[in-house]
């Protein structure tokens, strides 16, 4: 109840041209992954009186387990860009940039109601849907 | 890391002995207690690890119980072929504490007295829990607090095994300074209103050396729901052990405790007087799932938990019972 599990992420880039296919996949599924965790989990919360955080640590911070990571698709839109090298654009941080927005549109196409904080928890799921 | 002296006791009466030492602490698999004394939250001067007592670490099946020793891990008790077709709901429980790596270690003792894993007590905040007088959820970040059985501490009770242990009505062994005694699961646990420090009544000295389990009468069938924020490695937020003894479709008794919701295993009485002798229909699991969270007092940010809690009394004991 009120559980998200993401079961399919696919994404498609205009990259330029993919120089080195391997390692740009895995980019795109670090950043796949991570998106998912920021629509989903991860929230750094503080004690308002001291300032320190709260939710600490590699289990604190609620990252996506292998449990959790859906099979990601990719797909390359390749294109020629004459102004980088070999004809390549940039890669590393777009791939982070559609997932949380992505993640909350397929929760609103399943459900039809907006959550419009991030992350989006259970709490604030069963809250929409009470 | 402060340092610490590691001892090896080969039975219990020396393991009892070298815990009156000054700042002794028992270890079982040390998955949790190594990182608590990395984070300054226990500094002991000497650690007392029995994984050297001998046969601790057995499940015998005796004529009428199962008795399972305090040092078994959680991973052999999740695939002892026999605890999971007499107790399932044990079986299932172990299986879904944290990582197989820390499943490989940790044991059922250490599961059952697991420190809390509320955030201001594991920041070393100076909460009840480490010795101070006020619990800051309160006021605070609380989305993962009790919802039943808080005041003056809210920490939610943080083991699997235990509302498993008291749905199946274990008896718990315990040997320490004065001797040895077995309590009902029941009693084995404390609200913090009795000591808001501690999760349990063991005296100091005190260890946890095994559970006893009736067998099942026929017709019994268990199972533990754990409901996680993700598919893996979280407490849980909210679970169900659920046992029923069934005759065809109707329900003889029940045994329903609840974990993730309060600061001990939080057994359920009245859903389980309402189900007995009854046939178990989606009306009357639905019933019972409001009957479960009758007198929550949830705080300010962990209200979900009371549908939470409806959803999963409902489901669990509807598909326990149907179950072919």
Same mark, same amino acid.
């Given at each position: 109840?009120?559980?998200?599990?993401?079961?399919?992420?696919?994404?498609?880039?205009?990259?330029?041209?993919?120089?080195?296919?391997?390692?740009?996949?895995?980019?795109?599924?670090?950043?796949?992954?991570?998106?998912?965790?920021?629509?989903?989990?991860?929230?750094?919360?503080?004690?308002?009186?001291?300032?320190?955080?709260?939710?600490?640590? &590699? &289990?604190?911070?609620?990252?996506?387990?292998?449990?959790?990571?859906?099979?990601?698709?990719?797909?390359?839109?390749?294109?020629?860009?004459? &102004?980088?090298?070999?004809?390549?654009?940039?890669?590393?941080?777009?791939?982070?940039?559609?997932?949380?927005?992505?993640?909350?549109?397929?929760? &609103?196409?399943?459900?039809?109601?907006?959550?419009?904080?991030?992350?989006?928890?259970?709490?604030?799921?069963?809250?929409?849907?009470? | 890391?402060?340092?610490?002296?590691?001892?090896?006791?080969?039975?219990?009466?020396?393991?009892?002995?070298?815990?009156?030492?000054?700042?002794?602490?028992?270890?079982?698999?040390?998955?949790?207690?190594?990182?608590?004394?990395?984070?300054?939250?226990?500094?002991?001067?000497?650690?007392?690890?029995?994984?050297?007592?001998?046969?601790?670490?057995?499940?015998?099946?005796?004529?009428?119980? #199962?008795?399972?020793?305090?040092?078994?891990?959680?991973?052999?008790?999740?695939?002892?072929?026999?605890?999971?077709?007499?107790?399932?709901?044990?079986?299932?429980?172990?299986?879904?504490?944290?990582?197989?790596?820390?499943?490989?270690?940790?044991?059922?003792?250490?599961?059952?007295?697991?420190?809390?894993?509320?955030? +201001? +007590?594991?920041?070393?905040?100076?909460?009840?829990?480490? /010795?101070?007088?006020?619990?800051?959820?309160?006021?605070?970040?609380?989305?993962?607090?009790?919802?039943?059985?808080?005041?003056?501490?809210?920490?939610?009770?943080?083991?699997?095994?235990?509302?498993?242990?008291?749905?199946?009505?274990?008896?718990?062994?315990?040997?320490?300074?004065?001797?040895?005694?077995?309590?009902?699961?029941?009693?084995?646990?404390?609200?913090?209103?009795?000591?808001?420090?501690?999760?349990?009544?063991?005296?100091?000295?005190?260890?946890?050396?095994?559970?006893?389990?009736?067998?099942?009468?026929?017709?019994?069938?268990?199972?533990?729901?754990?409901?996680?924020?993700?598919?893996?490695?979280?407490?849980?937020?909210?679970?169900?052990?659920?046992?029923?003894?069934?005759?065809?479709?109707?329900?003889?008794?029940?045994?329903?405790? #609840? /974990?993730?919701?309060?600061?001990?295993?939080?057994?359920?009485?009245?859903?389980?007087?309402? #189900?007995?002798?009854?046939?178990?229909?989606?009306?009357?699991?639905?019933?019972?799932?409001?009957?479960?969270?009758?007198?929550?007092?949830?705080?300010?940010?962990?209200? +979900?938990?009371?549908? #939470?809690?409806?959803?999963?009394?409902?489901?669990?004991?509807?598909?326990?019972?149907?179950?072919?």
């Amino acid at each position: 109840m009120g559980h998200v599990k993401v079961t399919k992420y696919v994404a498609a880039h205009d990259s330029g041209r993919v120089v080195n296919p391997l390692t740009a996949e895995s980019q795109v599924k670090g950043g796949a992954t991570m998106g998912i965790g920021m629509a989903l989990h991860e929230e750094l919360l503080y004690d308002k009186a001291s300032g320190l955080a709260l939710n600490t640590g &590699y &289990y604190g911070a609620r990252i996506l387990t292998h449990k959790d990571v859906p099979d990601v698709e990719v797909i390359w839109v390749e294109s020629e860009d004459p &102004y980088g090298p070999f004809g390549a654009k940039t890669l590393g941080e777009p791939t982070i940039i559609p997932s949380p927005a992505s993640v909350a549109n397929a929760i &609103y196409n399943a459900i039809g109601k907006r959550v419009k904080d991030l992350p989006i928890s259970r709490d604030k799921l069963l809250g929409v849907l009470a | 890391m402060k340092s610490f002296a590691n001892v090896n006791p080969r039975d219990w009466k020396d393991a009892v002995a070298k815990l009156q030492q000054p700042n002794a602490v028992a270890v079982g698999g040390g998955s949790d207690l190594l990182g608590m004394v990395k984070e300054h939250l226990v500094q002991p001067d000497t650690l007392v690890h029995l994984k050297a007592i001998r046969g601790q670490d057995q499940i015998a099946r005796k004529a009428n119980a #199962l008795q399972i020793g305090g040092l078994v891990t959680l991973d052999s008790l999740s695939r002892e072929p026999g605890v999971r077709s007499s107790h399932t709901v044990l079986a299932e429980a172990a299986e879904s504490v944290a990582t197989p790596q820390i499943r490989n270690v940790g044991t059922l003792a250490g599961n059952v007295c697991q420190r809390p894993w509320c955030w +201001y +007590y594991r920041n070393g905040f100076p909460c009840f829990k480490n /010795g101070g007088k006020q619990c800051f959820s309160i006021t605070g970040e609380n989305q993962f607090h009790a919802i039943f059985g808080g005041g003056p501490s809210f920490i939610v009770h943080p083991s699997d095994t235990a509302p498993a242990l008291m749905a199946l009505d274990a008896a718990f062994s315990v040997t320490g300074p004065k001797g040895s005694r077995t309590l009902p699961a029941a009693e084995f646990f404390a609200l913090p209103r009795v000591d808001a420090a501690r999760e349990n009544v063991l005296a100091p000295g005190e260890v946890l050396v095994g559970v006893s389990l009736p067998l099942p009468r026929p017709g019994t069938r268990s199972t533990y729901h754990k409901v996680l924020d993700r598919e893996a490695w979280t407490h849980a937020v909210v679970s169900a052990a659920v046992v029923l003894e069934m005759d065809q479709q109707v329900c003889k008794s029940a045994r329903i405790v #609840l /974990g993730g919701v309060a600061p001990i295993p939080w057994r359920l009485p009245k859903v389980e007087a309402l #189900l007995a002798g009854k046939t178990i229909t989606p009306e009357l699991a639905a019933q019972a799932g409001e009957l479960a969270v009758e007198g929550a007092n949830p705080l300010a940010k962990n209200k +979900y938990k009371v549908p #939470l809690t409806k959803a999963v009394v409902r489901r669990t004991v509807l598909d326990l019972a149907t179950r072919a």
